[in-house]
Nanobody
Framework: EVQLQASGGGLVQAGGSLRLSCAAS????????IGWFRQAPGKEREGVSS????????RYADSVKGRFTISRDNSKNTVYQQMNSLKPEDTAVYYC???????????????WGQGTLVTVSS
């Protein structure tokens, strides 16, 4: 059974930082790209960042470029998302997902974890 366990969410003030983790099991982690997505109340789920399985190529949504950094540690089957300079509009449930390619499109992902809530207060 494939499991993706997202953690690290919480309440932070605007300008603060959080680091999310996504621990994977039940799949050949080295062969999968991992993406972070988020969904705010009343909004569609959107791609935030992704990292490829092969050379660690990263992609970011324009809204988070320069503030968020995605990385992976294949020895721990874990992907991280460091989020700096957080803004109230970053408030959402954040999900990690796995796919063969580093998509930023939710419908292209094969496996999903449960979400972790990030709340940024102004």
């Amino acid at each position: 059974e494939v499991q993706l366990q997202a953690s690290g969410g919480g309440l932070v003030q605007a300008g603060g930082s959080l680091r999310l983790s996504c621990a994977a099991s039940g799949l050949p982690f080295d062969d999968y790209a991992i993406g972070w997505f988020r969904q705010a109340p009343g909004k569609e789920r959107e791609g935030v960042s992704s990292i490829s399985s092969s050379d660690g190529t990263t992609r970011y949504a324009d809204s988070v470029k320069g503030r968020f950094t995605i990385s992976r540690d294949n020895s721990k089957n874990t992907v991280y998302q460091q989020m700096n300079s957080l803004k109230p509009e970053d408030t959402a449930v954040y999900y990690c997902a796995a796919a063969a390619r580093p998509w930023l499109t939710a419908t292209m992902m094969d496996y999903w974890g449960q979400g972790t809530l990030v709340t940024v207060s102004s």
